[in-house]
């Protein structure tokens, strides 16, 4: 099983799932429909269906148009908001697609008809693939737009939790670097938080993706998984997992985004003088 990471939009993930043997593909969060094309069509792959994760635009905004220019595409997620659905999955929910074996994890908390898909390969050596779109982030989570803390909670330690520690993690953006300020502020002893920032800072100077990562190593610096962490309470003041993240939720909220990086062909106008005269003029 071969999963290309695809970049679109401003900082969001779109993958392409392809089973070797037989080039079936399955899309992830299929926002950017004639880019996927292009790569189905030069990868020579067959689509098998879509899966999308929740219905905000930047994740589900391709589905219509993909379905107008593949009639019968057949389009799956757990929420009815998402457009050109045509399987509304249930949790636990196992698919199959040529050889690529899905299993849905229905994960509320970022939105309330959040999905994950956990995905693998019979009697294949490779690791199983989690896409888990905006409920787990490399470092962190999702915002809690419609869901609760108790909800993003069970869904994070309790379904996301469960699954084998060398699952790959595949998510829907690309916040690594500024996800992992935030975890170096809560806390700042923990030595594999700075080494992973340090090593997604290089990905991100050489513009390469932080994904995947594993779910072994996202429980050694992603504070959202680490909330029983003796580090966690001290940082909320809370001893409750759930009041803990709660707590870390509304922390995260206010962290402050980073500056904007000025448009480096602009700055070498300025430094060479060519804007001056636009300059002057203010
Ligand atoms: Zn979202």
Known sequence: MKVKVISVLEDNYMYLVIEEGTRDAVAVD????????????????????????????????????????????????ADERIGALTHRVAHGEELAFGAIRV?????????????????????????????????????????LCEGTAEQMYASLAGVLGALPKETKVFCGHEYAVRNLKF?????PENEIVKQKLAWA????DEDLPAVPSTLQEEFLYNP??????????KFTGKTDPVEVLRTLCAEKDNFKKP????NPQA???LEWGLLSPFLEKK
């Open 183 to 187: 975890a170096l502020k809560v806390e």
């Open 30 to 77: 299929a926002a950017v429909p004639k880019r996927l094309l292009e790569i189905i069509r030069r990868e020579d792959v067959v689509l098998r269906a879509v899966l999308t994760t929740h219905h905000h635009w930047d994740h589900a905004r391709g589905n219509e148009e993909l379905a107008k220019l593949r009639p019968g595409l057949r389009v799956y997620g």
């Open 103 to 143: 299993r849905c994890l229905l994960t509320p908390g970022h939105t309330s008809g959040h999905a994950c898909y956990f995905m693998w390969e019979d009697e294949s050596p490779d690791a199983p693939a989690l896409f888990s779109g905006d409920a787990l982030l490399v470092g962190g989570c999702g915002k």
């Open 201 to 204: 800072k290089r990905r991100d």
């Open 267 to 269: 700055m070498l106008a």
């Open 259 to 262: 500056k904007e990086r000025p």
């Open 224 to 233: 959202f998984l680490r909330v029983a962490e003796e580090p966690l309470r």
